[in-house]
């Protein structure tokens, strides 16, 4: 009771799936748009601690791209959550971003330079994470959109005591 069910439904299946991605030859990212305000940051954050006990997320308007394959090697069976993905993000982060999600689809080693301490070092990350993203643009390239379940989260449809109380539960609700 959260939102809709066309909303709940995705995201929690895709959840539920989420801790068998290393298990699978490839795994969807789940992409939660929707304009301002329509909630997607509270939803997810709820969902994420109530039902994996754990929030691994940071910002894209603040994380650089050494940051962002640090995140993405961390687990291979909690979601890694990356919110703000929107126009504001620093570009450089977003653009490592979107190649990242390409290799994580099938769990690719993505080989970068400059990553490192030197320019001239190339860095392996891995891409074993079950990825979440969430802001207020959109995925556009077919291989972003063929590799995604893309949710368009409606501004109506929240239930404002369903999330009080399912925050109520913390990080050992469900989980």
């Known amino acids: 009771d959260l939102h809709r069910s066309d909303v709940m439904d995705p995201i929690l299946g895709w959840r539920a799936a989420a801790p068998f991605r290393s298990l699978l030859p490839s795994f969807p990212t789940l992409a939660v748009t929707g304009s301002s305000g329509s909630g997607k940051t509270t939803l997810l954050n709820t969902i994420l601690l109530a039902f994996s006990g754990a929030d691994i997320a940071t910002n894209l308007t ?37 190649q990242l999600l390409r290799d994580a689809y099938t769990a690719q080693i993505s080989a970068k330079g400059g990553l490192g301490e ?54 050992t609700g469900f989980a």
């Not at 650089?64 to 640090?70: D, E, F, N, P, Q």
């Not at 063929?146 to 109520?168: D, I």
């Open 62 to 98: 603040s994380t650089t791209k050494h940051a962002l394959a640090s995140f993405m090697a961390c687990t291979n069976a909690f979601p890694v959550w990356f919110d703000e993905y929107r126009p504001g993000a620093r570009k450089d982060t977003q653009m490592a971003l979107e």
């Open 118 to 171: 030197h320019w001239s070092e190339v860095t392996a990350m891995d891409t074993h994470a079950p990825i979440i993203v969430s802001g207020e643009d959109t995925f556009h390239e077919t291989s972003h959109t063929e590799r995604m379940v893309n949710l368009a989260l409606p501004s109506k449809g929240k239930s404002p005591e369903t999330l009080r109380r399912v925050a109520q539960w913390g990080e």
